[in-house]
């Protein structure tokens, strides 16, 4: 039976309209079929900050200061105090209400008492799904073992509601920018007539022509510095070198029914997988030579960093597994540690989304460990 939103929302304002939010309620999307995805944890500063950038900032498109709309956040939390898990589309209504944001999703415009109102501009934005996970908030599900076995709830952001990857939903992502978008285009258009200038107008006096009989030790290289964005896209990928040579695509290691890790890769780059037995946190031994490859790595990309997220699967409590899959990222980190990586080459990040999966509770229960893009 779907689940009527109204009502929570009409606790707050019984004159809400409904059509704002079944609005409301499509925006969000396949996030609210998870439970960590129906709240909004207020404890976490980092989902508060999506809540600010994706909802706020494209989704209403509003200019204000990023300290004016954190007081809203905080004046709708204030406002819902009664409760400690706080109504994701509750919160979202609200937050237009309070912003004076309504008439984004057809209803009236008015800001509440208090309310900043709306600034210029309104982004353009889809039915995206929102899907936002916590290590340190509410989290989805996880393990067959009773609730009541479980470890205790997480602060560390890591959502559960996995398999996580198998089908990713993100808030939605509003091309539109707010009211800069043009200011991007047009630098993007200067960059691009840079480029072409550079790299087929200017010409090199000094460069020695390259045929095929040049030998490539007169062949001159550029007199200038590559470009920025050249280098940032060389430090976004791994190294070409032996230490993942002979990784398989992802999807192509069988997943255990247990404890165990595999070493794939995703997009080109190696993601490491270690998969634990039901409510427990021991790393596999097969992890061990997995760990060597990324030591091995970072010797060779000094400032590279290795993300680390964990999962669970959807049965039991939800705020108790999220304290579970907190603790598996940090059991593998410390493998890491142990094999000689430096804690500092290590960080745990929080998945950016959770998703409804295939329901394989084995593939749900593990740790990912990957190489950070550069940022």
Sequence with gaps: MAQDWAIDVKRYDADADDGVINAIVNYCGIALQSRDGQLVAYKDQKELDLVRENYLKKKLGLTNTDSELDGAIAAVGERMKDVTFKNRVTVYYLLAQHLGALGIFGGASTASSGGLGLAAGAAAAGAGALGIASM???????????????????????????????????????????GLSWLWWLLGALLLLG????????????????????????????????????????????????????????????VPTGSG??????????????????????????????AE????????????????????????????????????????????VKAGIAETSTELIKPEAV?????????????????????
Excluded: C, H, M
């Excluded at 073992?145 to 992502?173: G, K, L, N």
């Excluded at 791994?238 to 398989?248: N, R, S, Y």
């Design 136 to 178: 340190g908030g509410a989290a989805a599900a996880d393990d067959a073992t009773p609730a009541a076995t479980i470890s205790a709830a997480p602060a560390v952001s890591e959502p559960a509601a996995e398999p996580a990857y198998a089908a990713r939903s993100y808030d939605e992502d509003d091309s539109s920018g707010g």
């Design 195 to 254: 480029l072409i200038w550079w790299f087929f107008l200017r010409g090199d006096k000094d460069a020695v022509p390259v045929t095929s009989e040049t030998p490539a030790s007169e062949v001159t290289a550029p007199a200038e510095v590559p470009s920025e964005d050249a280098a940032n896209v060389a430090a976004a990928a791994p190294e070409a070198d032996d230490v993942f040579a002979g990784v398989t695509a992802e999807g192509s290691a069988a």
């Design 261 to 290: 890790a595999t070493l794939e890769l995703r997009d080109g780059r190696p993601v490491a997988k270690v998969y634990f037995n039901t409510a427990k946190t021991d790393v596999s031994d097969q992890f061990a030579p997995i």
């Design 293 to 336: 490859k990324f030591k091995a790595y970072l010797a060779k990309n000094p400032g590279a960093v290795l993300g680390i997220s964990g999962y669970n699967d959807p049965r039991g409590d939800a705020a108790k597994n999220a304290e579970l899959s907190k603790n598996r990222a940090q059991a593998v980190q410390a493998d890491l």
């Design 355 to 375: 998703t409804q999966g295939s329901g394989d509770d084995a593939a749900a229960r593990r740790v990912e460990v990957y190489i950070k893009p550069a940022a």
